[in-house]
Nanobody, 115 residues
């Protein structure tokens, strides 16, 4: 059974950096797409960044130039380096992976950015 565990969230001040990690376990097939989503209070979940198995990346306009998504296929781990954090980045960040047409989600990690 595939399980995703996110880590690295926390409370930081505006301008700081955080690195999120998502470790996937129970994986028996190749992971294709991997992504980070976030959900702020009172808002819908939105895509933050996505990376394909080949390494092609895609970012939400709001995080371009500040966030970097990467993956370690050998470790089945996804990362999100977040720099120059803003209060509007405050949200629960969720890891998502696609394995054989099935989407899996982590439980999320809270990122809070104070002004």
């Amino acid at each position: 059974q595939v399980q995703l565990v996110e880590s690295g969230g926390g409370l930081v001040q505006a301008g700081a950096s955080l690195r999120l990690s998502c470790a996937a376990s129970g994986v028996t097939m190749c992971i294709s797409g991997m992504g980070w989503y976030r959900q702020a209070p009172g808002k819908e979940r939105e895509l933050v960044a996505h990376i394909t198995s080949g390494g092609t990346t895609n970012y939400a306009d709001s995080v371009k130039g500040r966030f970097t998504i990467s993956r370690d296929n050998a470790k089945n781990t996804l990362y999100l380096q977040m720099n120059s954090l803003k209060p509007e980045d405050t949200a629960v960040y969720y890891c998502n992976v696609l394995i054989n047409v099935i989407n899996y989600w982590g439980k999320g990690t809270l990122v809070t950015v104070s002004s």
